[in-house]
């Protein structure tokens, strides 16, 4: 059964809200796109582009189905990992407004999100990959459906944007699979679930 992983880049206060670039999503009256750029560096996308290796298929929300339609097919390099797996493998889209999804093999999910989600989960392979989506991934959250966290944290506080527990989080803890420190103050943290969260008292 495919793991749902949910990957983010995010700032320390939590904001997922276009990393990329300054017009990626301006949504909410949001200034700070691309705001990740001055941290990228060789060592955090080697680590992206080895993500992509084990992603069976992805789970998209319709806005970053959108930006990710209308960038990736162009990109047409077989030795380009990210591009190869986003243009070939399957493609499951939730959306309200979209009435066909049209980037090859491109799936659309329109009703019982919960009740999709958990289908996939009892379909072969290894993961099913989230990125961006930040409205699905409140769905998912408030379902407990996410079986692993790949988070690229940032030293940067922008105190507004959507972000990535914006509320309505099901308790969960958590056990750390893998961590990476990057050269411009980024770090990759890899979370697994780790059943439900355990309570004591400090010092005593």
């Known amino acids: 059964m495919p793991k749902i992983v949910v990957?983010?880049?995010?700032?320390?206060?939590?904001?997922?809200?276009?990393?990329?670039?300054?017009?990626?999503?301006?949504?909410?009256?949001?200034?700070?796109?691309g705001w990740m750029a001055p941290y990228?560096?060789?060592?955090?996308?080697?680590?992206?582009?080895?993500?992509?290796?084990?992603?069976?298929?992805?789970l998209l929300g319709r806005k970053t189905y959108d930006i990710f339609a209308s960038y990736w097919p162009k990109i047409t390099d077989p030795a380009n990992p990210i591009a190869s797996a986003l243009n070939a493998r399957p493609k499951h889209v939730v959306s309200r407004s979209l009435e066909r999804v049209e980037w090859n093999n491109s799936h659309l999910i329109e009703g019982d999100v919960v009740g999709e989600v958990r289908k996939l989960r009892q379909q072969p392979g290894r993961t099913v990959q989230t990125w961006g989506s930040t409205e699905l991934l409140q769905t998912l959250l408030e379902h407990d459906?996410?079986?692993e966290y790949r988070l690229f944290v940032f030293p940067v506080l922008l105190g507004s944007g959507k972000r990535l527990f914006a509320g309505g989080t099901a308790p969960a803890a958590l056990r750390r699979v893998e961590s990476v420190?990057?050269?411009?103050?980024?770090?990759?943290?890899?979370?697994?679930?780790?059943?439900?969260?355990?309570?004591g008292r400090m010092g005593g």
């Open 40 to 58: 990228s560096d060789d060592v955090l996308e080697r680590v992206v582009a080895d993500g992509f290796a084990d992603a069976d298929g992805f």
């Open 7 to 33: 990957n983010a880049f995010l700032t320390l206060d939590g904001v997922m809200q276009a990393p990329g670039a300054p017009d990626e999503d301006r949504e909410g009256g949001f200034v700070h796109g």
């Open 145 to 147: 459906l996410v079986d």
């Open 181 to 199: 420190s990057g050269e411009k103050g980024g770090t990759y943290l890899r979370l697994e679930r780790a059943g439900k969260p355990e309570y």
